[in-house]
């Protein structure tokens, strides 16, 4: 994906351009126990004269992933068999009364960057419905899964590199419209086509959250051991805040890890010695698989243990890496 892509669509990219009116997405909708119903209204009418255009009924199947902010099930269309999605489930309150603030934000999220000049870069939302109990969001189904899947062996340096130019720019994105997503990494980035002509979503908005001119304090929420910024585990110098730079230093960390096969760091024990300056970044084996002096710099820079020195989105799109154009492409051109 050209630099001049990403530049051409800055004008349409703006904190305002974001909707957060949610309930303008959300579906009228009945929920029998395996069964979902949608009702589309004609939205040409004045609201007293509304007439429904026409309706639509999901079964769901079974589920395709759980954690730690929800449930996702795959569901087939009644009337077109062929027709899948993914909807996720969200309780609206957690035992603690504390989750209407989260699913709130992931609906912001989700909708925001589901219109159409992000559709390359986020997966899709259909809009979302809920019930006493849940909020559910109504997700396109990429049958390929997520980029974990690949992981078995090495991408060559020309595959790293696309996939990481194409979350790069999912991130500028987010960036430019406040939003921090706080969990990149390997299962939150799905596939659309894979290699040689790899194209990836960002996927998961569950715990993004909108920053604020004071950044984001007092809130470490944690992301996932191996892919999390030294900042949101708690293991950094000075108070505790973060910032888009914990997106920057976990898309580094997933880089490394396509290239290497490994993590840069496997456990927080090196991590530590790292952020205190105790143990070098695992350089070598970048070396080994013989990544370009550009690829190095750009993994370095954004897995400074400064959050402070790490390049923002768009300085890192525009990093040198990417404009190399003898990388070969496949792994037995290494």
């Not at 390359?120 to 969001?137: A, L, P, Q, T, Y």
């Not at 390929?144 to 991408?155: C, M, W």
């Not at 706080?182 to 960002?202: C, G, M, T």
Request: hydrophobic share 35%; aromatic share 10%.
């Amino acid at each position: 994906m050209a630099t001049s892509r990403l530049h051409s669509r800055r004008s349409a990219v703006q904190v305002q351009d974001i909707p957060l009116n949610i309930l303008d997405f959300k579906i009228p909708t009945e929920i029998q126990g395996d069964f979902i119903r949608h009702t589309y209204f004609n939205t040409d009418c004045s609201p007293d004269k509304q007439s429904v255009q026409r309706e639509e009924v999901w079964k769901r199947e079974r589920i395709l992933g759980q954690g730690s902010h929800g449930i996702i099930y795959l569901e087939r269309c009644r009337k077109n068999g062929n027709k899948l999605r993914a909807v996720k489930g969200i309780k609206k309150y957690t035992r603690a009364g504390e989750n209407e603030s989260a699913h709130k934000r992931e609906l912001e999220a989700v909708v925001g960057f589901s219109r159409p000049q992000y559709s390359h870069c986020f997966v899709r939302s259909d809009g979302w419905f809920e019930d006493e109990h849940s909020v559910f969001i109504i997700l396109e189904y990429l049958e390929l899964g997520d980029l974990q899947q690949y992981l078995n062996h090495p991408f060559s340096e020309y595959e790293t590199r696309e996939i990481t130019k194409q979350v790069l720019e999912g991130l500028t994105y987010m960036h430019e419209n406040a939003f921090i997503h706080r969990d990149l990494k390997p299962q939150n980035i799905l596939v659309v086509a894979y290699s040689p002509d790899w194209h990836v979503k960002i996927a998961d908005f569950g715990i993004s959250k909108q920053q604020s001119d004071e950044d984001v304090r007092h809130t470490l929420e944690q992301g996932t051991i191996g892919f999390a910024a030294p900042e949101q585990l708690g293991i950094c110098k000075g108070a505790f805040t973060y910032t888009c730079a914990v997106d920057m230093w976990s898309l580094g960390a997933v880089a490394y890890r396509m290239f290497t096969g490994t993590n840069a760091f496997e456990g927080l024990t090196e991590l530590v010695e790292y952020v205190a300056g105790r143990l070098p970044f695992p350089i070598g084996n970048l070396k080994s698989q013989q990544m370009s002096a550009t690829g190095l710099d750009f993994i370095l820079k954004l897995m400074s243990p400064v959050m402070e020195s790490r390049p923002a989105a768009m300085d890192a799109y525009r990093h040198r890496w990417f404009t190399r154009t003898n990388l070969p492409r496949g792994l037995d051109s290494r």
